[in-house]
């Protein structure tokens, strides 16, 4: 052979060899792709097509899940928001529960697993938790979830009471499930109370400790039972003098406390007073007992104005959280407890005790 034919040989091969590695690849890419399809490509929510394949995902109308320490259901209402169906009136933020319908809808198993084990295995005896949705159409989704992957951060998953297959998901849906029912409430604002805004602010301090009286003096035949003490009250108004930027002065009584270290504290933190969550929306008399609004250690009353009208806010400050990172606090005539910071609080407190001059 020639070494003009061993050349075309050459080339002919090397032809033949890049054919076939695109050959492979092109292959590797349809099996990658088909095996996506069988495995995570399907979606909870979607309603399969007459092609087999999934159409547009359909929305969902009711959820419900156990979490393992709460379960909590919510429907859809007649505006399309989702409510706790256990309480319709709750101030529900729904978009944790929006985010739970928006994976449902495009849940992609990472894996799917012949349930070869038994269920103890992959902790369905026990199951972390468990979710059932319902669609547009009526059919309702059941997911019952096992115990984490080695890694943590994926689930067990079985689906509709199918106990022949396990697949394995990503732990979004347990995160979102996992955030507690107070932790979706819509917070109210509480309005603007800048120095120029203030009319009024009235403090009322903790009840004084009753003193017991001298040998002989309680039980007496006849004798009317004490009175019990009057709380502490810390009385501020403000005025201004006339004309455009003049500044607030403020008086208690006729003394003017304008200067007033304490007072400053007060006015600096009520202008960006905010709550930090709710506690406890339907409060039962030993819930608030408990976090001590049974004698609260303050009660500030404020007057202030918007767009010229007058308004007034109450807020009562009960007991330190477990934490200390701050107090249970209620507003106006609603039982409902909130918490708030205790650098908001400080100043407050130390008025309602001690007063201005304190």
């Known amino acids: 052979m020639t070494w003009k034919e061993k050349r075309i040989v050459t080339i002919l091969l090397s032809i033949i060899t890049v054919l076939f590695a695109a050959l492979l690849i092109v292959l590797g890419f349809r099996y990658r792709a088909a095996r996506e399809a069988a495995v995570g490509g399907a979606t909870i929510g979607a309603a399969p097509s007459s092609s087999g394949k999934n159409a547009v995902p359909q929305s969902y109308t009711a ?14 209402d007649e505006q399309g928001a989702w409510i706790w169906a256990d309480d319709p009136d709750f101030p529900l933020d729904d978009l944790t529960v929006a985010s739970i319908a928006d994976e449902l809808s495009s849940l992609h198993f990472q894996q799917t697993l012949p349930a070869g084990e038994s269920m103890e295995t992959y ?3 026990t199951p972390s938790a468990t979710l059932s949705a319902t669609n547009s159409r009526g059919t309702t989704q059941t997911l019952v979830f096992g115990k984490t992957t080695t890694d943590g951060d994926s689930y067990y ?10 697949y394995i998901v990503a732990d979004t849906l347990c995160k979102y499930m996992s955030t507690p029912i107070y932790n979706m409430c819509v917070l109210p604002r509480l309005p603007e109370l800048s120095e120029a805004s203030l009319l009024a602010l009235s403090i009322q301090g903790p009840v004084p400790a009753e003193t017991g009286g001298g040998e002989g003096e309680e039980g007496g035949e006849g004798e009317a039972p004490a009175e019990p003490p009057e709380p502490p009250m810390t009385v501020l108004s403000a005025r201004r003098a006339e004309g455009e930027g003049q500044s607030t002065l403020w008086f208690q009584e006729n003394n003017n406390v304008t200067s007033s270290q304490l007072l400053q504290d007060l006015l600096k933190d009520l202008s960006h007073m905010t709550l930090l969550r709710c506690v406890d929306y339907r409060p039962s008399e030993e819930a608030e007992e408990i976090c001590g609004f049974d004698a609260p250690g ?6 202030y104005t918007v767009n010229g009208s007058e308004q007034t806010l109450t807020l009562s400050v009960g007991a330190q959280l477990p934490d200390g990172s701050g107090r249970y606090v209620q507003l106006g005539d ?10 908001d609080l400080d100043p407050l407190m130390y008025i309602a005790a001690n007063g201005l001059s304190g």
């Not at 998953?157 to 396990?166: A, F």
């Not at 303050?298 to 007057?303: E, I, K, P």
Request: charged share 10%.
């Open 157 to 166: 998953l079985q689906m509709n009471g199918d106990e022949s297959t396990v």
């Open 123 to 125: 902790g369905f005896t």
């Open 63 to 76: 959820i419900s899940y156990d979490n393992g320490s709460a379960t909590l259901s919510f429907t859809l």
């Open 298 to 303: 303050a009660v500030l009353t404020a007057g």
């Open 334 to 343: 609603s039982s409902t407890i909130y918490s708030m910071s205790t650098d």
